[in-house]
């Protein structure tokens, strides 16, 4: 949300950002939805797209930095941040994955 507030305050830039916002929060709303899966299955299924939508986000990253939204440092800091999450998220659905084998 911070990243959002300042592109559009700061930098004026709207479609980009919008954008970033939309798979920002479905990260979080997707992991949400996992908790209160009916089964493993369903679990597996929305952590999966909580992962497709971190990679979704790290693109957007990349491309505001490409375009000079976002300063080298930024970008670095916030890259790592979505990598890291895009490990978990992995991590969890091999765990399941060979759980479920």
């Not at 790592?80 to 399941?96: H, N, P, R, S, V």
Request: charged residues 30%; aromatic residues 8%; glycine residues 4%.
């Amino acid at each position: 949300m911070k990243v959002y507030k300042h592109l559009i305050s700061e930098k004026k830039e709207f479609v980009l950002s919008k954008q970033l916002l939309r798979s920002r929060t479905s990260i979080g709303a997707n992991i949400e939805k996992s908790v209160g899966g009916q089964s493993d299955k369903d679990f597996l299924s929305k952590i999966s797209i909580s992962y497709k939508v971190a990679r979704e986000t790290i693109y957007w990253f990349k491309l505001l930095h490409a375009t000079d939204y976002l300063s080298e440092q930024e970008a670095r800091i916030l890259l790592k941040d979505a990598e890291e999450l895009c490990k978990i998220l992995g991590k969890i659905q091999i765990t399941l994955k060979s759980r479920n084998s």
